[in-house]
Each structure stands twice: as C-alpha cells, then as structure tokens.
C-alpha cells in the first residue's frame, strides 16, 4: 500500500526586522509568503490529500490553510512537528551582524555538533520521524501533507538518508514552502522525493 507524506516548509514570513524568531508567536506570512501556499495548494490540488497536519505555530498553519481548503480537510495541529528551539531567539544572527558580534554569546556556538545553541539535532529527527509516521498512519493508501519548518524538515531529511545532522545550514535543500515528499510501502520508506512548487529561495534567510 503506497502512501506519501509531504514535509512543507512554510512561506515566507513578515519579519521586517531580520531576526531569529523560531518558536515566538505572532509571525504570520508575508504577501510572498501567501502566495507561494497558494501555489502549492494549486500543484497538489489533483493528489489524494487525506490529511493536512501543521506546526502550531502562525506560519505553518496559515501555510497550511489554501491545502486543506482545497481537499475540504481540517488542520489537525501536530506539536511535534514545531520549529527547533533556539537560544538566539528573538535576536539578529546574520553572519557578521547582531548577537554573533557580541563576545557573551560565545560561549552558545562552543559545539556545532549537538548543537550548543539549541534543541539538539537528534531530538528534531526523532520528533520529525514520530511525526511522519503518525501522517503515514493516518492516511495509509493516500497523502498527507505536514507542514513544518526548514531545520526540523531538513534534519529529517537527513537522518532518513543515513546522513551526519550537523552540517552547514547556508547549503539546505529546503526552499521556502518546499515539499520534501516520503514515499512508504508499507510501513517501509522506498524514496524521498524533494520538490519546489512555489520556486527556489534561499537557505541563508534568517530564521525563516
């Protein structure tokens, strides 16, 4: 039995002042951001969508709503499929700008390897995969659709595909409002499909 779980990064997000805004509430989609869920509700208008699962936070949920309006679903929310805790939340973390500059934060980037500064990269896998086979449960011989955030759908990604989990977040596959597609037989997981309805963006957009 062939199911197909799409992890969706949400779109783009209002966030006139540039910073890190991870788990903060009150950050809805940008205009931009509107239309690239426009964009994938029109691509996966003909897939058999039987469940639409979404973060709890603004971004994905408004990211969420054109997809499930499109099948006539509900959003069920799914905490697990939240965006990574952070400890630079709330700040400015460009490269060579804001809180990096600052030598009291330091002491935050001493291991890139859990990493130091936030919920460690094992734990996101493990909430993602938990969340993924729930979706896969729910819509065994359908499709549902998960929407979440670039590092926890990127880290998946990568525990899936045998991959290290630290690695360099300027290079993530994982365009705004992206579909990282897990296609099961079964319970088995026989590919990854990754795939940009609503475009390319870049991986260095802060916080997004």
Known sequence: MKTI???M???????????LYGRLPGFRLAENGRDQ????????????????FASPLQRAQET?????????????????????GNQFEGLRVAVGDGALRQPRHWAKLRDPFTPS????????????????SEARDA??????????HQLPVYTLRRFLEGQRLWH??????CSLASLTSLVYDGDALID??????????DPRITGA
């Open 5 to 7: 779980v799409h992890m």
């Open 9 to 19: 990064r949400h779109g783009e997000v209002h966030n006139p002042e540039g910073i």
């Open 37 to 52: 869920a426009q964009r994938v509700a029109d691509a996966l208008a003909d897939h058999d969508i039987s469940h639409v």
């Open 64 to 84: 969420a709503t054109p997809i499930a309006a499109a099948h006539g679903k509900e959003i069920i929310t799914i905490p697990d499929l939240i965006e990574a």
């Open 117 to 132: 500064w936030g919920e460690p990269y094992i734990q996101i896998a493990h909430r993602m995969l938990a969340a993924a």
């Open 139 to 148: 819509a065994r011989g359908h499709e549902a659709v998960c929407v979440s």
């Open 168 to 173: 360099d977040p300027r290079v993530r596959q």
């Open 192 to 201: 990854i499909v990754y795939s940009e309805p609503a475009g390319a963006s």
